[in-house]
Nanobody, 125 residues
């Protein structure tokens, strides 16, 4: 079982930056990928960014490419999401996730195993 705890959400003006962090704890197999999804009311949870175990492969939603950067620290079992040039449409609850598989195929909620409780990001115009 893995427990994921996110931090770093909040309110920011358009054009600003936020950094989300997620710490994983518990007992689970290594070689796991980590990622971030987001969800707004009435919509499906969507992949924002993901990173494989080595950090050598990443996957980004087209809407955040060039603005968001995902990174991880395996020694600390953490993953971070640096969000720059934020837009009002980035407003959502952001969820940290952890799972196993081929990263580029892990694009849907059902492809991942464990989830954090979510952290609210609000971007004002």
């Amino acid at each position: 079982q893995a427990q994921l705890v996110e931090s770093g959400g909040g309110l920011v003006q358009a054009g600003g930056s936020l950094r989300l962090s997620c710490a994983a704890s518990g007992r689970f197999s290594s070689n796991y990928s980590m990622g971030w999804f987001r969800q707004t009311p009435g919509k499906e949870r969507e992949l924002v960014a993901a990173i494989n175990w080595s950090g050598g492969t990443t996957n980004y939603a087209s809407s955040v490419k060039g603005r968001f950067t995902i990174s991880r620290d395996n020694a600390k079992n953490t993953v971070s999401l640096q969000m720059n040039s934020l837009k009002p449409e980035d407003t959502a609850v952001y969820y940290c996730t952890l799972g196993w598989g081929t990263l580029n195929r892990m694009t849907q909620r059902a492809d991942w195993g464990y989830w954090g409780q979510g952290t609210q990001v609000t971007v004002s115009s």
